[in-house]
RNA sequence: UCCUGGGUAGCUCAGUCGGUAGAGCAGGUGACUGUUAAUCACCCUGUCGGGGGUUCGAAUCCCUCCCCGGGAGCCA
């Protein structure tokens, strides 16, 4: 009696002279005299499996010899060395049952490699392909790890509204969710009336959770989130979703430079994991996606990450013999090609930068003592950009209420999270991180739609 | 949304001066072979992104729309 295995579980184990059973796809057919060579992938790792599959089996011409990419199939057999160069173990078949055909004329996916523009072309087959199963292996492996490493240190999880009726951020733009009549939507003053809408006003799908993450964080103490995000966004790049993952921890009792270290620790725990537990999939990236991609993750490791200020990073973009496309002054937000540069060419590693203007940044970060910059902190990485973003809030009432009025907003609609500071405020602080970015920059994939599984772009959401 | 480069066989691409379309891979058939991007021979495959225009004639020139890549803005 045979038992099953995962792929991944008999190549790791390799318990020869055991018969065993696998499930899976077929990868590839090669035949040889008297017996052909099966590929077998079940997704549960990079590797395949080698079958021996030989004539006198039954069925052999029926249907191994009409085996091809796509094909799904249970096999059984007797796990042996394999004499041959190229894997450690094969398995001698010694009964091959068809689960479902995969024509060769229709089926999209072949043997050889395909563009990831295709593949994006076909999301309900691409995870069958050797790059994006690892992605999708790889991007499991990190959820886990962003919630050992919060759990680890003892952070509650909380799930923030994916439906929110809070516009707090003010900036992005926001899907609405309805069920008006959209052919008949009521109206009152000339704008759609949303007393009559579901909720009775209007609701968005979030494009944060840190304003509801804050009210946990002053009753739990150290907290965070870990969901979908929705920026309703015309923005056609390489790193940008409409729909996307974001991390959002939110730390009682922290200031900017605690909040910092955290940030700096969790880049390094994710892809110390990853390393760990993904070795196979980082490999296959680095030969196939992206050359330097396991050199630029040790060094992540080994170094720690470079901090200047905004104040020294304008000092230091005006005074390189470097000359940008876009003009370098104190008080404008740092451009790509600025932060590039300094990232990728001054530090050549991850770099903090810290205190930003309070002009260019939201009205909940602290305002420093010098009344001009806010405890803001953005974290970049090469090939990427920003990562992270993230500040100490504001816990003084009275210049909280001064941000909410000079960013021009009523803080009449901020009433419930300026309790937050009337009733038993603390300092506090938080960063989000977008999941999706880090995987790029764990998997050295260059868009970002290769990265989630399904992706949401401006004019494009398959499935 | 802006700038820029593309869209030709199932996939990746070539296509000269405007003259009526090709290669590699995949697929099919056969040969060979402990193979592993197998190899060799032969065969099949086209709305040249859509629409309009110029021309005797358009994959090629012009207009327009759609889609994709790269860069930018916004950000995570």
């Not at 962003?146 to 809070?166: D, K, L, N």
């Not at 810290?354 to 974290?379: E, G, L, Q, W």
Request: proline share 5%.
């Amino acid at each position: 009696m045979s038992q099953y295995f995962r792929i991944a579980k008999i190549l790791s184990e390799q318990p020869i002279g055991q018969a065993v059973e696998i499930k899976g796809w077929i990868r590839t057919r090669r035949d040889s005299k008297g017996f052909s060579f099966l590929e077998v992938n079940d997704g549960s790792c990079v590797a395949n499996l080698q079958v021996i599959a030989e004539e006198n089996l039954p069925r052999y011409a029926d249907d191994i010899l009409r085996l091809t990419t796509g094909c799904s199939v249970r096999i059984s057999g007797l796990l042996a060395a394999s004499p041959a160069k190229g894997q450690a173990v094969e398995l001698k078949a010694t009964e091959v049952e068809v689960y479902g055909w995969a024509d060769p004329e229709a089926y999209p996916l072949q043997k050889k490699r395909h563009s990831f523009e295709f593949l994006r072309e076909i999301a309900h087959l691409r995870p069958r392909t050797n790059s994006l199963g690892a992605v999708a292996r790889v991007r499991s492996a990190l959820s886990f790890a962003v919630h050992r490493f919060f759990q680890e240190q003892g952070f509650q999880y909380i799930h923030t509204p994916i439906i929110t009726t809070s516009d707090c951020e003010g900036a992005g733009e926001m899907f609405t969710v309805t069920t008006l009549d959209l052919n008949n939507v009521p109206r009152k003053d000339g704008r759609p009336d949303f007393s009559q809408d579901f909720f009775g006003r209007q609701a968005n799908l979030t494009v944060s959770g840190q304003l509801e993450a804050e009210i946990y964080c002053l009753a739990l103490g150290n907290v965070y989130t870990f969901g979908p995000t929705f920026r309703a966004e015309n923005s056609n790049t390489s790193r940008h979703l409409a729909e996307f993952w974001m991390i959002e921890p939110e730390m009682a009792f922290c200031d900017l430079s605690q909040d910092m270290q955290v940030a700096e620790a969790f880049i390094k725990y994710l892809v110390q994991y990853v390393l760990d537990h993904c070795p196979d999939e980082i490999e296959l990236f680095t030969n196939f996606v992206d050359k330097g991609l396991k050199a630029r993750l040790a060094t992540v490791l080994e170094q720690n990450f470079a901090k200047i200020t905004y104040t020294e990073a304008i000092d230091r973009l005006t005074s390189c013999d470097r000359t940008f496309n876009f003009p370098v002054a104190w008080g404008a937000d740092l451009q790509s090609e600025h932060e590039r540069y300094l990232c990728e060419e001054v530090f050549k590693r991850p770099l903090i930068v810290s205190d930003y203007p309070k002009s260019i940044k939201p009205f909940y970060m602290r305002v420093n003592d010098d009344n001009t910059t806010v405890a803001a902190m953005d974290i970049l990485v090469p090939g990427i950009g920003e990562i992270i973003g993230g500040s100490q809030r504001e816990e003084r009432y009275d210049n909280l209420v001064s941000r909410i009025e000079e960013m021009g907003l009523n803080p009449e609609e901020y009433d419930w999270y300026l309790d937050l500071r009337r009733y038993g405020t603390i300092p506090h602080a938080g960063f989000g991180l977008g999941f999706e970015r880090l995987i790029q920059f764990v998997s050295g994939m260059a868009n970002i739609r290769e990265v989630i599984p399904f992706p949401r772009t401006p004019g494009s959401a398959a499935l």
